[in-house]
């Protein structure tokens, strides 16, 4: 069946970094953009990042721009994102999740247009 898997996520320093993974089985991963969301305590879930299914194009919100790098092994069937120069605002539960697009390059960036989702993980940034 389809999985997503999350992890690295923790704890983190003002400032610091961590480095979350997402393992994917269950489908054709390389015909899927994948992408992060996350939802902190009391908000509605948002975008954070994406990458095509070529990891040729990626997507970051606004308030990730410059911190977050998103990547993707289809060797491995994996999708990271390297997280740098975090701040507490970062604090949520972190989504990894697939949506199919092989036929270009474009990253969706709604929730409804993700398929498959990840179960979260948890980050927390001190202050």
């Known amino acids: 069946q389809v999985q997503l898997v999350e992890s690295g996520g923790g704890l983190a320093q003002f400032g610091g970094s961590l480095r979350l993974s997402c393992a994917a089985s269950?489908?054709?991963?390389?015909?899927?953009?994948m992408g992060w969301f996350r939802q902190a305590p009391g908000k509605e879930r948002e975008f954070v990042a994406g990458?095509?299914?070529?990891?040729?194009?990626?997507r970051y919100e606004e308030f990730v721009k410059g911190r977050f790098t998103i990547s993707r092994d289809n060797a491995k069937n994996m999708v990271y994102l390297q997280m740098n120069n975090m701040s507490p605002e970062d604090t949520a539960v972190y989504y990894c999740?697939?949506?199919?697009?092989?036929?270009?390059?474009?990253?969706?960036?709604?929730?409804?247009?993700?398929?498959?989702w990840g179960q979260g993980i948890q980050v927390t940034v001190s202050a």
């Open positions: 999740a697939a949506n199919q697009n092989y036929y270009s390059d474009y990253i969706n960036y709604q929730e409804w247009e993700y398929e498959y």
């Open positions: 269950g489908f054709t991963f390389s015909n899927y953009c």
């Open positions: 990458i095509s299914w070529s990891g040729g194009n990626t």
